[in-house]
């Protein structure tokens, strides 16, 4: 199993900023918010990536299953 198969994706939360009603009170929780907005942007594309590389690890890895499977299905003893 590759590095990438064993790495944890883990899921980034939304920030706290976005919930509930009501505007910002001034510029400085529009700023932070902003700014927690773009953390979340970089870290749910991390997110993806991370899953999209456990995806293809996975179907590597299955693939090779397969093959030592077909291997010891033909007679061979030798197969890895």
């Known amino acids: 199993m590759s590095a990438h198969a064993q790495t944890y994706c883990s899921?980034?939360?939304?920030p706290y900023c976005i919930d509930g009603y009501g505007t910002f009170d001034d510029e400085y929780s529009f700023q932070s918010c902003r700014s927690d907005m773009e953390?979340?942007?970089?870290q749910t594309?991390?997110?993806v990536e991370c899953l999209s590389t456990a995806q293809?690890?996975?179907i590597r890895a299955y693939n090779k299953a397969v093959e030592s499977f077909n291997c010891h299905a033909s007679g061979k003893s030798y197969c890895f």
Do not use: V
């Open 11 to 14: 899921e980034p939360r939304k």
């Open 39 to 42: 953390r979340f942007k970089r």
């Open 45 to 47: 594309n991390d997110y």
């Open 56 to 58: 293809d690890d996975a």
